[in-house]
């Protein structure tokens, strides 16, 4: 069972609990009736044709050992353009500590694992939160932010700072950067470079902005981002409307903000806005590269898009708007029904859907080498239960698309 909640300011999910679980198969042959349609222009678009459906058996997999014996992680698992797997697996909640963060590791495509150290020391009587990791080519970063914890140590040194770590590939720590910033970072991506991409919140009109960091985390320049699609996407109106309610004219153009993301194709960068139809933006330190629009299937919404190498088609995986609004509402969602698709980098289309068994799509975290790659907890209480074959534990399993 994927339960998403908000634990101190942080999205973490149970994942996988409902591990094993068999899906459906999908019918030998099909309809085009039967079949969604592409969805060419947003949320009122009509279907226009049938799409292929491919179905990904994985199966056993392979035991990993050197992960803690705990399910609960941070969503989504990350990866690499080159198909390691990062994934933050978190500890019991203690409401009295000081580093509010779980270990993170990365899995090769060989089930080799490593434990990422990274630096979380800072200024006295601050709480250390973990907000966003990004495994680059070479080095792994994670956003951190620092709060002051008790109400008699707030004054003019109370606002919140932020800071980088960074480590290599190999797991060893590299180096800690303290930002200074006009505007709140939300997301990073690390660069070949070693420069920083930043998603922010201008402060003073609460706008979203993109902005390119040098190596040493001082601030080169912002990178155009036009935010009135934001506001104008009919999907995230609706997912967001309980938020938009109680937000002045300002603020709601920030809400969807929180929710993008950035993840690795190859060299660039893929930035994109989940919960909406608005297009994906590829990125460098150069800019924007090139903004491709998504011809996903009527009524399915982004709601990640898997790392990918330069030369693969992307996988995306999508939710409907009802469930995006549902878990806004109620802070909770249990294994919502998601899809996943293959779309052709260049012009959105839909080439096929990838229909998963033996596991959820929430739990496929690479789409490299044309294949999917997937991390799977069985707890030791369900697993002869769930799934004859697996044994109780982490297992990685990876199958051609």
């Not at 039967?34 to 292929?52: F, H, L, R, T």
Request: proline share 6%; aromatic share 8%; glycine share 8%.
């Amino acid at each position: 069972m994927r339960v998403c909640v908000f634990v101190l300011f942080l999205l973490f999910s149970c994942s996988p609990l409902v591990i094993g679980q068999q899906q459906p198969k999908p019918k030998a042959t099909a309809s085009a009736a039967e079949q969604p349609g592409v969805n060419v222009s947003g949320d009122d678009a009509s279907a226009v044709g049938a799409i292929p459906v491919n179905t990904v058996d994985f199966g056993e997999g392979r035991q990993i050992l050197g992960l803690p014996d705990r399910g609960i992680t941070r969503f989504p698992t990350l990866c690499s353009s080159d198909g390691e797997i990062f994934v933050e697996i978190m500890g019991d909640v203690d409401p009295s500590a000081k580093v509010i963060a779980g270990d993170l590791y990365g899995i090769s495509s060989s089930g080799e694992v490593t434990k990422i150290q990274r630096n979380f020391t800072v200024s006295e009587k601050r709480v250390v939160s973990a907000i966003w990791s990004y495994p680059g080519n070479d080095e792994v970063a994670t956003l951190l932010s620092a709060t002051v914890r008790d109400k008699e140590d707030q004054g003019q040194d109370s606002k919140v700072e932020y800071y980088i770590s960074l480590s290599k590939r190999d797991g060893t720590f590299s180096r800690q950067i303290k930002l200074d910033l006009p505007f709140e970072p939300l997301k990073i991506a690390v660069l070949d470079s070693g420069r920083f991409l930043v998603l922010g919140i201008e402060p003073l009109n609460k706008q979203p902005l993109l902005a390119l960091l040098d190596s040493d985390g001082s601030y080169l320049r912002q990178i155009d981002l036009d935010a009135r699609p934001f506001a104008a996407s009919g999907s995230l109106q609706a997912i967001n409307r309980g938020a938009l309610e109680h937000a002045g004219a300002w603020e709601a153009a920030a809400i969807p903000a929180y929710d993008a993301m950035f993840v690795p194709y190859g060299s660039n960068v893929l930035f994109f806005q989940p919960e909406s139809e608005l297009p994906v933006r590829i990125l460098n330190e150069g800019g924007e590269v090139n903004v491709v629009r998504l011809a996903l299937p009527k009524g399915q919404l982004l709601q990640f898009m898997l790392p990918a190498a330069k030369d693969d088609t992307w996988v995306v995986r999508t939710e409907k708007l009802a469930d995006f609004a549902a878990f806004k509402k109620k802070g909770i969602s249990v294994n919502p029904p998601q899809q996943l698709f293959e779309v052709d980098p260049f012009s959105g289309r839909v080439l096929r859907e990838l229909v998963t068994e033996g596991t959820v799509p929430s739990n496929v975290s690479c789409a490299t080498e044309k294949s999917l790659t997937a991390l799977i907890y069985y707890p030791k209480q369900n697993a002869a239960e769930q799934n004859a074959i697996a044994s109780s534990g982490w297992r990685l399993v990876s199958e051609r698309r």
